[in-house]
Structures are given as structure tokens and as C-alpha cells.
């Protein structure tokens, strides 16, 4: 299970290239950003979670001193057609326009209906109040359940249901109605001993980077727009912005800055459209920066649902029969990950008869957007306490019949071809060998507490995707490594050691940077678990273009068959010749030779990630306040290209679930207001909420990879509501299915045991 | 003494990082305003602008600020620590020197908050506990780590400079 005696990088824990600027404070981040003759953008938001925009009076706001220019949905060009978005899917772009601006109608509080540039933030502020929107306040629908009513308001007229390719008849809030089917459920629940069907419901969270959104835009006379974005995806920026501007593609660059945190949360555009726009009208370059609360109420938050499990199993606790029914609130417009929800649903388990309906439904509520793992810790949330319910019932261990069920290569999965080589039976093999699961829980905590143990486990698939990559011989022997990929949390290391490891050199050999998308070719977006994979995968490819290029030159320069030159690490030697990477840097510089390659590969990921955690939580029955006492995260990396950065996604998924699961969660009004749009009542965790996590990594390589790395960013975030929900029902008896579970809904169902 | 000028702004002078420093900002600049876009020190991040993040920590006259709750004519005579006075690329104090290598960071934007807030700490109570750390800590939010490797660099450095 470890790899520190195969390889000389991988496996080893380096500092990373960008380490010092970020502890120095000298990382330049999307707000930092500073151009001459700068101006500030500010957007108008609507009040209203649903309205008709009925006229725009923008004359005063103009006439403030300051005010270079003021901008409403008329100024956005009209948009139609679809266009790739990153996370492998295509985004309907007239919707990602109206998402950006408000045309016609308002769909959510917060929905952007005008914008201003002035010579200041403050005054951009001011001159806001003075735009004149006169709205028609249409009722608004913030319910899943509701919004799927025959007579429910409709958010978006055209809008018909998607089964299986056919159109619906007349308008609906629900986009799309998935199925997917494997065997034969009612022969499956016929012959089950013990058959639970719950019900569960969750609130919208948001991802919550620390880092607001941010960006500048110069839009200049010829027609050249320079875009600086905090993004998860340059490439991404750039398409959502040629199509929403309506501009030629080749006309657009996209800067990417370092990225305060993403979490799928900067895929979409938010920003950037507007401030090229202002910067057109003002023939100055803009800067616009959220605030905290226009982040909370307008951008993509994780959609809350409503979820139904069945599940069936013999008396040996042998699952005979699942079955889920998943309605995902989109939020303004449609794409709530729902599929990847029903993905996620049943992953860890062979099952043989399936039923899953998925729903994706419109509701007045920001538009969501992917948040680590999408659609997947809501769906494993439900599945994994049913089945909790069901080894309890039948008198199983929990990691037992966790064990008995696991999927394993060549298994059906939904949408998918059957699953290739696979880890989840590893980690809940390393989950019962774990200290923590061997350490018996003392059931009674600090003045007299009720202490429980959890377990949970969870999938989430690895996206392949494309990325480019330019690799540079310098003089002196190292190696420029010019990337696509942004870089959220240490992607530059574990790249660069990757292509260390493949081109023979060590890793402070190699110099990556992330760069424009002038610069390299088509790179998608650092999301689906994908960089330190597919990026990885390309840089592999790209060493060894590079050391083909150099046995290439060699053969001239020292007149031998290319065939004869051997490499070993960093050596090159044939026919009595040797020399270094380094020798040769020096001697190929005398020589006016330039080795000097580019790749774009698109990996193979059929594969995923699995994890299985197991919490101790304490319970303060008096407050129905819950705490995390002990926490062992278990997760198959494939490969740990660098085990601390393996350890600390591990840990911050943890950390969010954490949050996920006891504190975070949208409150509205109902009139669809926000009511928590602060991060002092959007509760997200503290250094005092979080425990010391305790990390098994578990590497079960990956056959698709030339090193077996999985993408391992997001699954940790998949087990913990779960796990959580059942080490409080271990603590208490309650079976807790909202989140989240907060000390009030804790207090009110202790109240009613 | 403030000095207001006729454009209504007023002229500041702080000391920053030791160096003195006289800058002009409106009356209703927030001292991050004025920090990061005045004096060019963006390492001080916006992440909530209402003092419940930490990303904007400063110590100001030796006491741990949000900046975006300290307006910017408060500064008046103030001596001021930002990250960027914590120290140099090729000088890092041990703190900084530890976030790397315990890999107490991921996207970065929270890191310059919990170094000064720490700096702060050490430099009241130099052996903290566990729970002290994460209690003075309770202020600055990250949403990349979990905290533990976050802790792990204060606890190596606390180590580092006790046993010295």
C-alpha cells in the first residue's frame, strides 16, 4: 500500500512553488488586482425572489458625479445556444446571460438587475440607490415540492420536462425527470427480510470560499477584451464570456489570478460579463468585487432537495432491492447535478434490481451550481442511514454489512459502463482496522453527555477532461512548466512532481506556473476531481515528448542511432557518450537547439474515489448542541502523488461536511428572502467546531493513470452528514433525516422522543 | 491631528510595518480600504466585511484588528502590523517557514489573517494550549483545511521556540 520504495517524488511532501507569496501576503488574488486608470463596477440586485422587470430608469444614477457609466439587461446582448461549461456539461448560455443580468424577469433576491462604473467603489454604491426599477411582484415558489405542483407558479415559460429526450406539453418548473433502472425492484423488495423507506429534506448550503468573487475587465477599441478572473477554469471564463458578450472568441484573453478557494462555486460567470461591458461604455478597465452577501444571495450554492429511499435486504443483510426517488432544486434556472445525485445514490454497493427518479426543478433561489461532489452528500446522506437502520434491524456490524455489499470492478452503475478496478472494499477494510474503530466508545462524555460512534461511506467519480501543458527546456537544466489548470490548493506540486518524476529530474528542477489561455491550448476547468489526474496525465505525456525530442538532438549531435541512447533519471548515454540533463541544457544552448514541447491529452478516467469515515459525536441533550469528539477519515487516493495535500483535502472535505451537517443551511422568508446572507449567521466551522482529523489513506492505483492517482479532492465530503446523523443516533435513538442538525432541531426531536 | 483637505478627505499618518507612512482616504474608508488600496498591502484579504472572517487581521497598536471594521481615519497615529511586516521572501519568520511545510494552507486567502492572528497570540502567551490556540483561532475562518494542519505549523513552531 505504499509507493515510497517505486517511485524518487511521488510520495514525498514538498513545499510548493507559490508557498512563499501566499505567506508573505504577495499572492495576487482576483481583488488585488491593479490597472492604471482603473474603475470600480457595482451591481443592483433585486429585492424581489420573483418579479417582472417592468422598466429601468438609470438618469439620476448617471448624472452622480463619478459615475462613468450605468448598464441594465438592454445592454446585454441577446443570447441563444449552448456552450461546453466545464464539469463535462453543457450550459444552456441564454439562461448563464440572464443568470449574469436580469433581462425581463428577477428569479431569485439578489438577482443582478442593473450595474454601475465610477471612479470609486464607494460612489459606484451610491449611484445604485438612484436607479429607478419599477417591478411587478409575481408570487415566488422556494419548495421543491411546491415548485413541482401542477398550478405552482412558473419561474421560466418556456421551460418544458426532459424525460428520456421527450418534451413535456406545456410550461413546468421541473427540467428534466432522470431514470435509472437495473433488475427488478418488486422482485427485489419481495424477497428482502427487512424494507426501510424514508423520507428526507435539505436546505441550500452555499461552498463557501473564503475568497468573494472578483475580477477586472478591459474591454479596448480594437476590439481586444483582457479578462482577470479568480476561476476555477480560464478556458471556461473565456467561452461563457465570448458567448454571453457575443464577441469572437479569438478577441478574448483570460488572465487567471491565484484563487481564494472555488469548490465548484467559480466555474460559472458571474462578474465578468458586467465588467467588460462597463469597461467598454466607460473606455476604462474595471474592477468588480462581491461582497459577502452578494456571494451568499447570488451565487451558486449546492441545491437543497427532497429525497425518498427504499432499500431492501435478506436476513443476512444482503441488499436485495434500492430504490430512490431525488428532486434537486436547481434553483433560477435548470442543472442541479441531479444525475450525479442519482450517481452517488447507491455507489459503494453491488446491486442487483435499481430504481432511481431523478427530478431537476426551477425554484425562485439562486441558480446552483457544483459544490464538491455535487448532488452526491445528500443523496449518500439518505442511503447511507437507511442502510445504517437496516444493519441495526437485522442485529449486522456496520462496517460489516458495509463490507458484504461493496461494489467491486465490473459492477452496474447508473449511466455508466460497470466499474473498473475500484478501492471502497479497502477502505472499509481499513476502516475496521483503524484505532479508532478498535478503541471502545465510552458512551458518557464531559457532565454527563451522551456519546455515539458513525459510520458512513461514500463515491465520487473522477472526470478526465483535457488539459494542455508547455514544458521548456531552460539553459541551466530546469524545466518551465506552463500550465491550464488553475490551481486551487497545490496543483502546482503535485504536477510538477509528477513531471519530475517523469522526466527524471527533481522537483525543485521544475518550475510550473499556471498561465492565459493566449499561452497554452484548451485546458478544462479544475473541477470533477480531475487536475492532479488529467493534468498529471498530460504532463506525463509531455516528459516524454520532451525526452524524445532530446534523443532526437542527441543522435545528431553525437552521431548515433537514436535507437542506442538510453535514459536513466536524468542521464542520457550512448556509444561512450553520457551526460546530464543539465550537461546537455548547456550544450544544447551552444548548439542553438531549443527543446521546447507542447501536449494537450484528454486522460481515461472510468474510475472514482471512495471513502468510509467513522465519527464519535457528543450530544449535550439540555442544548441539542452536537459536537465532533473524534474523526477518522479513510479514502482510496489511488496513488498520494503528496500525502499531505492528499491529507488535507481529506480533511477539509471533513471539515465542510462537518459544517454541512450540523450548522449551514439558507433561511428564507416566505417571500423567498434570505435571511442568513452574513457569515455570522450562515454558520460555517471554527477552529473550535473541527477536531483534529485523523487521515488512513488507503492506494488501490488507479488503472486508467500512468501513476494510479485518483482525483481525490471531493468524495471526502460525501460521508460526513451521515456519518454524523448516525453517531447521533447511536448517542440518542433519534433518527434525524433534515439538515442540518442544528442544536434546535436536535433540542425539538429529543423533546419528542 | 487629522487634517481634513477641501476634496473632504484627511490626510492619515500611521506608522506601517516600522516604516511612517501619510496617506489621504475619505472619511468612510475602511482601514482595509485604505490599506490595500491607498498603501498597496493587499495581503490583507476582504473575505466578509463585517468582522466575522479574520481575513483582514492586522495588529494595530498591539491589538488584533479586523481592518474592515476600523475605519480608516482611527489609524491616525497608530502603529500598524500587517502580514507583509511579518517577514521577507528570503527572511520567513518560523511561523511562515511552518504553514509551508506542515502544509497549513491550500487556497492561501485565509493564510495572511490566521499568521498575524497568531503572531498575535505568541506574542501575548508564547506556550498556548491546544484549546487556547483554537479558542483566539475561533475568529478566522478557513474553508480549505480543517484547521488541523493550520494547527500543526503553531504547534511545531511553539516547539521549535521553546526548545531553543
Known amino acids: 500500500m505504499t509507493t515510497e520504495t517505486k517511485y524518487r517524488v511521488i510520495g514525498t511532501r514538498p513545499v510548493r512553488p507559490d508557498g512563499v507569496d501566499k505567506v508573505t501576503g504577495r499572492a495576487i488574488y482576483g481583488a488585488d488586482v491593479v490597472l492604471p486608470r482603473m474603475a470600480h463596477g457595482k451591481v443592483l440586485r433585486s429585492p424581489h425572489a420573483h418579479a417582472r422587470i417592468l422598466s429601468v430608469d438609470t438618469t439620476q444614477a448617471e448624472a452622480l458625479a463619478g459615475v462613468l457609466a450605468v448598464i441594465c439587461g438592454r445592454d ?270 447507491f455507489a459503494p454497493y453491488n446491486l442487483k434490481n435499481v430504481r432511481i427518479d431523478g427530478f431537476d426543478v426551477v425554484v425562485n433561489k439562486p441558480s446552483s451550481t457544483a459544490y464538491r461532489a455535487p448532488g452526491a452528500p445528500i443523496a449518500e446522506f439518505a442511503s447511507e442511514t437507511v442502510l445504517d437502520e437496516i444493519a441495526e434491524t437485522l442485529g449486522i456490524d456496520r462496517l460489516a454489512i458495509r463490507a458484504q455489499n461493496s461494489a467491486k470492478e465490473g459492477d452496474w452503475r447508473p449511466f455508466g459502463p460497470p466499474y473498473t478496478r475500484i478501492g471502497h472494499q479497502e477502505c472499509v477494510a481499513a476502516a475496521q482496522a483503524s484505532a479508532h474503530w478498535n478503541t471502545p466508545l465510552v458512551r458518557e462524555g464531559k457532565d454527563g453527555k451522551k456519546r455515539g460512534r458513525g459510520v458512513a461511506s461514500g463515491y465520487w467519480g473522477n472526470w478526465d477532461g483535457i488539459s494542455s501543458c508547455i514544458g521548456r527546456l531552460n539553459p541551466n537544466g530546469t524545466v518551465s512548466l506552463l500550465e491550464g489548470s488553475t490551481d486551487i490548493g497545490g496543483s502546482r506540486a503535485s504536477i510538477a ?78 556509444n561512450g557518450h553520457s551526460a546530464t540533463i543539465t550537461q546537455l541544457a548547456k550544450l544544447f544552448e551552444e548548439n542553438g537547439i531549443h527543446i521546447n514541447a507542447s501536449i494537450t491529452a484528454k486522460g481515461s478516467n472510468l474510475s472514482g474515489a471512495f471513502a468510509t469515515h467513522i465519527v464519535d459525536v457528543e450530544v449535550d441533550e439540555e442544548t441539542g448542541k452536537v459536537d465532533i469528539v473524534r474523526y477518522t477519515a479513510i479514502q482510496d487516493a489511488g496513488t498520494a502523488i503528496h500525502p499531505s495535500y492528499v491529507e488535507g483535502q481529506m480533511q477539509g472535505g471533513v471539515a465542510q461536511g462537518i459544517g454541512w451537517a450540523l450548522s449551514e443551511g439558507y433561511v428564507y422568508d416566505s417571500e423567498g428572502h434570505l435571511k442568513n446572507a452574513t457569515l455570522l449567521d450562515y454558520r460555517m466551522p471554527t477552529s473550535l467546531d473541527v477536531p483534529p482529523i485523523e487521515t488512513i489513506i488507503v492506494e488501490v492505483p488507479n488503472p486508467t493513470h500512468p501513476y494510479g492517482v485518483r482525483g481525490v479532492g471531493e468524495v471526502p465530503i460525501v460521508p460526513p452528514c451521515a456519518a454524523i446523523a448516525n453517531a447521533i443516533h447511536d448517542a440518542t435513538g433519534l433518527r434525524l433525516r433534515d439538515l442540518p442538525m442544528s442544536p434546535s432541531r436536535v433540542w425539538e426531536a429529543l423533546e419528542k422522543q | 491631528m487629522a487634517v481634513q483637505i477641501a476634496s473632504g478627505k484627511v490626510a492619515i499618518s500611521a506608522t506601517i510595518n516600522g516604516e511612517p507612512q501619510t496617506w489621504l482616504s475619505e472619511p468612510r474608508e475602511t482601514l482595509l480600504e485604505a490599506l490595500r488600496d491607498r498603501l498597496g498591502l493587499t495581503g490583507c484579504k476582504e473575505g466578509c466585511s463585517n468582522g466575522n472572517c479574520g481575513a483582514c487581521n492586522v495588529v494595530m497598536d498591539g491589538r488584533l484588528v479586523n481592518t474592515c471594521c476600523v475605519l480608516a481615519v482611527e489609524a491616525q497615529e497608530s502603529e500598524i502590523t500587517t502580514v507583509e511586516g511579518l517577514g521577507t521572501p528570503d527572511g520567513l519568520i518560523p511561523l511562515q517557514k511552518n504553514f509551508l511545510e506542515e502544509a497549513g494552507l491550500q487556497c492561501g486567502v485565509c493564510t495572511p489573517g490566521f499568521l498575524v492572528a497568531t503572531k498575535a497570540l505568541l506574542d501575548k502567551n508564547p506556550n498556548p494550549t491546544d484549546d487556547e490556540i483554537r479558542w483566539w483561532l475561533a475568529g478566522n475562518l478557513c474553508r480549505c483545511t480543517g484547521y488541523d494542519k493550520i494547527l500543526n505549523a503553531i504547534k511545531k513552531t511553539i516547539a521549535e521556540t521553546t526548545t531553543e
Not at chain 1, 411587478?136 to 418544458?160: F, G, T, Y
Not at chain 1, 492565459?516 to 487536475?531: A, F, M
Not at chain 1, 520532451?546 to 552521431?559: N, R
Open chain 1, 76 to 345: 446585454m446582448p441577446a443570447v441563444s445556444g449552448m456552450a461546453a461549461a466545464g464539469e463535462g456539461g453543457d450550459m444552456n448560455m441564454r439562461y448563464a446571460s440572464n443568470n449574469v443580468m436580469a433581462h425581463d424577469k428577477a428569479l431569485y433576491e439578489g438577482h443582478a438587475v442593473a450595474a454601475v462604473v465610477a471612479t470609486s467603489p464607494h460612489i459606484a454604491k451610491e449611484a445604485l440607490k438612484l436607479i429607478k426599477v419599477e417591478y411587478e411582484v409575481l408570487p415566488p415558489v422556494i419548495d421543491v415540492r411546491k415548485a413541482m405542483e401542477p398550478n405552482a407558479p412558473i419561474l421560466l415559460e418556456d421551460l418544458r420536462t426532459d424525460t428520456g429526450g421527450v418534451k413535456s406539453e406545456t410550461a413546468s418548473n421541473i427540467a428534466a425527470h432522470l431514470i435509472a433502472e437495473e433488475g427488478d425492484i418488486e422482485k427485489g423488495f419481495a424477497d428482502a427480510a427487512v424494507v426501510v423507506e424514508r423520507e428526507f429534506t435539505f436546505q441550500t448550503v452555499h461552498q463557501g470560499y473564503i475568497e468573494p468573487h472578483a475580477c477586472a475587465a478591459e474591454w479596448r477599441a480594437d476590439g481586444q477584451i483582457t479578462v482577470w478572473a479568480s476561476t476555477q477554469g480560464s478556458f471556461a471564463v473565456r467561452q461563457q464570456c465570448a458567448a454571453i458578450l457575443q464577441h469572437p472568441i479569438g478577441q478574448l484573453k483570460v488572465i487567471p489570478t491565484e484563487i481564494g478557494g472555488g469548490f465548484g462555486g467559480k466555474i460559472p460567470v458571474y462578474l465578468e460579463p458586467i465588467a467588460a461591458v462597463l469597461s467598454r461604455k466607460a473606455q476604462r478597465p474595471v474592477r468588480m468585487v462581491m461582497d459577502r452577501t452578494e456571494v451568499l444571495m447570488a451565487t451558486g450554492p449546492t441545491p437543497g432537495a427532497y429525497i425518498k429511499v427504499k432499500m431492501g435486504a435478506d436476513k443476512n443483510g444482503n441488499i436485495t432491492a434500492a430504490q430512490g426517488y431525488l428532486a434537486y432544486e436547481a434553483g433560477a434556472y435548470p442543472d442541479s447535478f441531479i444525475g450525479a445525485g442519482m450517481t452517488c445514490l
Open chain 1, 497 to 574: 512532481m509528477q513531471f519530475a518524476e517523469a522526466f527524471g529530474v527533481t522537483y525543485e528542477q521544475v518550475h510550473p506556473a499556471v498561465v492565459d489561455t493566449d499561452t497554452v491550448d484548451y485546458n478544462d476547468v479544475t473541477g470533477g476531481s480531475r487536475t492532479t489526474f488529467g493534468t498529471g496525465y498530460a504532463v506525463y505525456k509531455l516528459a516524454k515528448k520532451m525526452q524524445g525530442e532530446i534523443v532526437g538532438q542527441l543522435a545528431g549531435l553525437w552521431d548515433v542511432p537514436a535507437e542506442s541512447i538510453t535514459i536513466d533519471g536524468s542521464s542520457y548515454s550512448s
